[in-house]
């Protein structure tokens, strides 16, 4: 296909992925068993995630990748390398549950439901589980019998899930000890005096809020980066770490500052959008390139040294590592977004919803 329709100007390439922890894994035969065994396969032993296999085909697509054409990209932290093709590995059986496939090896393993698992099934599955998945993975050198259920949850955010609730709840005023109610009666508050979720959860450890909210707060409020650069690098960060409640909380925040319901929906089309002005594009790449290499390029800080000073500089990193270190803690915790906001799902593409506010509600927050 590369080779027919290069001439018109389409690029062909393709991602083959390796055995990624997604949420499309099913959670209950990804035990840590499983997951250690996977990551001891391949040749850089560490875990991938989709997003891992996001950057790759987003680069393919980009324009980066302007002069490729006919590859197949292996994002598979080198399990492949030097190796031909599993001969055995064929597809079994294909049932419904969004979608969900199952892939098997030549050998027959017994479930727990007493079935073989190399026989196709035609039946619903008997012996679901953890138990599966121990039998299954001390059998084989290469994880080949997993199964792997393809549910429509990809595209919603990690923290704040419809329906899950929250694992931390917010601490409820009536168990505010003195203290407690001494360090909440500095946070800002939404309207009807409530205070935000992220304060009444982080406040779990009071000696931790303490000392994190003068910094957040610094930052957020009084730091030397104009509010609409510091709203774009908040909001992509917030994209990057499918943190909700930071996207909710945040969008009212940089309207506020001057940025455009347009470019809003640009932040999610990332750096190389149509549209960004040449600042304003190294910018959303400096969150890029911290989220992924967790340092900005020679390229992007000679840039960014043209716009901003010293102090400058650093408050780039320091901000942007601040939000992953919030979205850590929300998206961990699960912490839910606060009445008012904008819904919680983040949008998976330009075309999602972003989150709005009611604008009678505090646009304050971490």
Known sequence: MAA???????RVNAVAPGMACTPMAATEQMTDEVREIRRERSSLGTEGTGWDVGEAVAFLAGRRARWITGVVLPVDAGTTAGREPSPNLVRD??????KCHRWRTGHDVQTPGGESAGTP??????GAGRDFAQQIFPAFSEVNGMEVAMTTEDNALRGGAAGAGPRLTPLAEDDWDSRTRQLLSLAS???GGRVPNVFTTLVRHPDLYERFMPFGGYLLRSGRLPGRVRELLILRTAYHTRASY????HVPLAKAAGV?????ERILQGPDADGWAEPESHLLRAADELHREARLSDATWKVLSAHYD????VEITMLVGQYHMVAFFLNSAGTELDPGFGPAAFPASAEGTTGTSNPAHSTEGI
Do not use: Y
């Open 93 to 98: 059986s294909t049932r419904v549950r969004g």
């Open 310 to 313: 010293d102090a400058g500089l």
């Open 246 to 249: 930071e996207w909710g909380r």
């Open 4 to 10: 027919r329709h290069g001439r018109e100007g389409i």
């Open 260 to 264: 455009t319901e347009a470019e809003i």
């Open 189 to 191: 508050r939404d309207a």
């Open 121 to 126: 099934r035609t039946g619903p599955r008997q």
